[in-house]
Nanobody, 117 residues
Framework: QVQLVESGGGLVQPGGSLRLSCAAS????????MGWYRQAPGKERELVAT???????DYADSVKGRFTISRDNAKNTVYLQMNSLKPEDTAVYYC???????????WGQGTQVTVSS
């Protein structure tokens, strides 16, 4: 069973930065897509950013230009660099990994990000 372990969350002031890490227990080459999702209190989980096996990336409109997803294949780790943070970015951030064939989806346990003055 693949494990995904997130780290790097915390409390930051508006305008600040954080870098989240997602360490996988297996080679991240196994996954077709890896991504970050977030869930704020009382809201549904939403997609933040994805990175493909070929390193192609995609972002939610709300984070474009502020967040950057990247991967380090040697460390089996995916990162989310978050800049210019806003209070509305406050949420639990989850790492996600997908294998298309056979279809399998893995989730991390989540890391809390709080943006507040």
């Amino acid at each position: 069973q693949v494990q995904l372990v997130e780290s790097g969350g915390g409390l930051v002031q508006p305008g600040g930065s954080l870098r989240l890490s997602c360490a996988a227990s297996a080679s991240i080459f196994e996954f077709n897509v890896m991504g970050w999702y977030r869930q704020a209190p009382g809201k549904e989980r939403e997609l933040v950013a994805t990175i493909m096996r070929n390193s192609g990336t995609d972002y939610a409109d709300s984070v474009k230009g502020r967040f950057t997803i990247s991967r380090d294949n040697a460390k089996n780790t995916v990162y989310l660099q978050m800049n210019s943070l806003k209070p509305e970015d406050t949420a639990v951030y989850y790492c996600n990994a997908v294998i298309v064939v056979p279809s399998r989806v893995f989730w991390g346990q989540g890391t809390q990000v709080t943006v507040s003055s």
